[in-house]
């Protein structure tokens, strides 16, 4: 089976948030440029185009470390 290869679209150096209004500070993170082929780094709002629906699924009870979230 081959292998998909994202850099020819430049997909690599676009970060999607999959949301208009959180993630607004990873701006802060992802910015600058690409170090192996100097391409600008662009953070995008929302999700990618063409892209399925998101489904809306239930919450999941925290497993791993309880009460560690900022809503506890």
Do not use: C, H
Not at 28 to 40: F, K, T
């Amino acid at each position: 089976m081959p292998r998909a290869n994202s850099k020819p679209q430049g997909l690599y150096l676009r970060l999607y948030t999959f949301s208009e209004t959180d993630y607004k500070d990873i701006r802060y993170i992802w910015n600058g440029n690409d170090p192996e082929s100097g391409q600008p780094l662009e953070v995008i709002e929302g999700i990618p185009e063409n892209s399925g629906p998101i489904p809306d699924l239930e919450e999941l009870p925290e497993e791993f470390a309880p009460g560690i979230s900022a809503e506890a």
